[in-house]
């Protein structure tokens, strides 16, 4: 477990920008925390885990080298999207597999730092958790380990707010476009919803 305490916890999960957001995760508790080190953490990881990022950094990768090429690559460009989005929906599929029901709870806000989820039953301060985050609009899943760093009831629920304890960078990053993607979309719909009220 980490030597910092709550408080830096805390701070550390609002470094990171978060988004207000409805998505499926799936948590199951770790009981044996004395065994757990980042190696068994990344030998543990799913393997449609792996490839959905490693195919989001490859995407990332190949359209910013073929934006140097200005107007001449714009139809390798499109041509390449179109090949990315079929390959989206396949691993959408695949890592909705992934989802058990019966370990299945409302995640409610997400970001680089961390994320917030509501139960029936509390969890416990301090508890590490397993996690699989589905963004699966976005054809995204996330597995890392959570520590529990905050619970409140409200309406016989209990939300808890969750800093990562162990996650790859490069899932870390994925989280931080996403959220900024998400952010984007809410932005569209408001200013929308707004023009659509001058209309009126």
């Known amino acids: 477990m980490s030597d910092l305490s709550l408080d830096q916890k805390l701070a550390q999960y609002d470094e990171f920008f978060a988004i207000e957001?409805?998505?499926?995760?799936n948590?199951?508790?770790?009981?044996?925390?004395?065994?757990?080190?980042?190696?068994?953490?990344?030998?543990s990881m799913p393997m449609p885990f792996k490839l959905a990022t490693d195919m989001s950094t490859i995407d990332q990768s190949a359209l910013r080298s073929l934006q140097g090429l200005g107007n001449s690559a714009s139809q390798l460009v499109s041509f390449l999207n179109q090949q990315s989005k079929k390959i989206d929906l396949l691993i959408g599929y695949i890592l909705s597999q992934q989802d058990e029901l019966q370990h299945r709870y409302q995640g409610?806000?997400?970001?680089?730092?961390?994320?917030?989820?509501?139960?029936?039953?509390?969890?416990?301060?301090?508890?590490?958790?397993?996690?699989?985050?589905?963004?699966?609009?976005?054809?995204?899943?996330i597995y890392c380990y959570g520590e529990v760093i905050e619970v409140e009831s409200a309406n016989e629920m209990f939300?808890?707010?969750?800093?990562?304890?162990?996650?790859?960078?490069?899932?870390?990053?994925?989280?931080?476009?996403?959220?900024?993607?998400?952010?984007s979309k809410q932005l569209q719909k408001l200013a929308k919803i707004r023009n659509q009220e001058r209309e009126q």
Do not use: W, Y
Not at 30 to 41: E, G, R
Not at 165 to 177: A, K, S, W
């Open 159 to 183: 939300t808890h707010k969750v800093t990562f304890h162990f996650i790859r960078e490069e899932d870390r990053e994925t989280l931080v476009r996403s959220s900024l993607h998400e952010q």
């Open 27 to 43: 948590i199951m508790a770790i009981s044996n925390t004395d065994d757990c080190s980042f190696d068994k953490f990344i030998s």
């Open 21 to 25: 957001h409805e998505f499926s995760v």
């Open 108 to 141: 409610i806000n997400f970001g680089g730092g961390g994320i917030k989820f509501v139960t029936p039953k509390a969890f416990i301060v301090g508890q590490l958790l397993e996690l699989k985050i589905f963004l699966l609009e976005s054809h995204c899943a």
